[in-house]
Each structure stands twice: as structure tokens, then as C-alpha cells.
């Protein structure tokens, strides 16, 4: 399973540089999404995932034998979420109300546009 991760961030990075090289809004907001996404999973990785040990240490171990999970990227990550949730808000509030103005979600057309 870990071999098939760095894969999957880096497919999500490429998707995600290719969405925003469009000149459509909407395009330019998934591929924003997406780099938000791999940028979470590339924190999750190099984090070193372990499965079903706690993310403390007991009070009575004099030193850190076993493998735990530290807690460290795992806030990091549910904070990049929720910022991220909040740019990707505001960008389609955002997209919304130029469409609205102006009638089109295309940066060509909104160069001509004052």
C-alpha cells in the first residue's frame, strides 16, 4: 500500500497543475481542489502511516520501543482540510457572482470585460 501512494499524489498533483492551466473558472477551482487533496495525502505520506497504534505514549515506557502514530501531521492535514474547504468556498462564491455580472466563466472573456 505504500508503494502505490507516492504514485497517487503525484497523479493527483499533475491532475490537479493540468485543471488549472485551463482558462476555465470552474477548471482553474478543481484543479485548486485537487492540489489541496494531494498536498494532504503527500503530509499523510511522508508522515509514515501505522495502523492500530495509538498516537501516544504510555506514561510507564521509559523510551519509544514500539511504532506509534504521531498526532503532528495528522492536525496539520485537518487544518490544510478546513482551510482548503474554505478557499474552495470562496472561490466558487467567487465564480458565482462573476457569472452572475458578467455573464461568462471564461478568463479570456473576462479580460475584455471592465
Do not use: C, W
Not at 14 to 23: A, D, I, N, P
Not at 85 to 106: C, D, S
Amino acid at each position: 500500500m505504500e508503494i502505490v501512494l507516492p504514485f497517487v499524489v503525484g497523479f493527483l498533483f499533475t491532475s490537479g497543475v493540468y485543471l488549472m492551466m485551463h482558462r476555465n473558472f470552474i477548471k482553474i477551482i478543481l484543479g485548486m481542489a485537487l492540489l489541496g487533496y494531494a498536498g494532504n495525502l503527500f503530509l499523510f505520506v511522508i508522515s509514515r502511516i501505522t495502523l492500530g497504534q495509538p498516537a501516544f505514549i504510555p506514561s510507564d515506557a521509559e523510551k519509544m520501543g514500539e511504532v506509534y502514530a504521531d498526532p503532528f501531521p495528522q492536525a496539520l492535514i485537518l487544518t490544510a482540510i478546513v482551510i482548503g474547504f474554505g478557499v474552495q468556498a470562496f472561490a466558487i462564491i467567487l465564480l458565482k457572482r462573476t457569472y452572475i455580472n458578467i455573464g461568462t466563466a471564461n478568463l479570456d472573456e473576462l479580460k475584455d470585460e471592465d
